[in-house]
């Protein structure tokens, strides 16, 4: 390798794009097409950035394996900052384990960390584990160890280990001050801002007050019953019952759990959960059957107890009932959640990481456009979708991961 693709590998390394290009922007051999790449991408022209690899993906020759792994390295790190969820995974094993192979344990690491920030973005949060888990390097440059300890406060964000979370965005300060790269310092800030901003809202007889994301830690550790609105359950220290997939069931326990100790008449039971202007007798009956399921399933935590008027929540064990709520309501909270993070996403990304259908994120979009609050550009395919970061408060709970035992 010579001196200037070496002195402008260093440069990247160091964050300075344009040093690096400064020596190499007029060359258009292989290691130069590499470096320009990932110039191209640090400078944030990701489309750029992404022709430049292939080109030096082919440019290097079939007996140069490890500089070809390298590309589909950097290459997926480009489809993964510009949200292409869709970008063949296996091609990026295949790269690690041909680094691994040949002993390149460094850039195997970062291809590793790659694959476990596309499972934190879809949300497979015990695939993202157990592959963080896997044995790295003994000496890890700073920068990879930022890296690595970005993911670890991740998914501890996300399974709610507040401590564990600011333990290893610490642990990510340092070392991204070691490493000297400013957007890296940057990352961290940005990610510690989770743990500082409130995170959901709290309502508890009548009353309603933000709560920072260690508050819902112990939340959900006390022994309190807790209607959580964020993730679609009712709750206790001790047992979960999910009701994601019976909304009329948990627009019932919701609104229990918000006029608790107080009751819930018939009628505004009908309007809201079933959506019907005028309760006539069939809704009426309805109510009862659904009121029935409702106290079958929530049997280990709570009774549902008819009164004079309506019904009321009376639990077994908890000495009071609270609803956890989302920090804005919004009818398509998660797709701006996901948007929230300041990247650009296709509707086929939003729908992977959402787990749902390209079509339903599609219509969402839409109404989310004409109200307004997000932007898109480029056409077809290549139709990108974002918005700026929502201030005040923090999106954690609206992304794609279960709580604890949810």
Known sequence: MDSLITAAALELAAGDPFGALNRVALRNDAPALALRGIAMAQLGDLARAKALMR???RAFGSKEAVARARCVVAEAEIALVSRDLGWPAKALEAARATLEAHGDSVNAAHARYLEVRHLLLIGHLDEAECKLAERDPPRLPPALQAARELLVAGIAIRRLRTKAARGALASAGRAARQAGIPALISEVENASLALNTPSARLLVRGEERPLLLEEVE?????????VDACRHVVRDAGTVIPLVRRPVLFALARMLGEAWPGDVSRDTLVAR?????HADESHRARLRVEVGRLRAMLGPLADVSATRHGFALVPHRAREVVVLMRPVEEKHAAVLA????????????????????????QRALDALAEAGKIQSFGHGPARRWMTPPMPGFTTTLLLPAPFPGG
């Open 55 to 57: 080109s030096a993906a």
């Open 218 to 226: 112990a939340l959900l550790a006390s022994k309190a019953l807790v």
């Open 273 to 277: 959960a079933f959506r019907a202007r």
């Open 338 to 361: 996901l948007l929230a993070d300041g990247e650009s996403w296709s509707s086929s990304a939003l729908a992977l990481a959402l787990g749902t259908s390209q079509r339903t994120v």
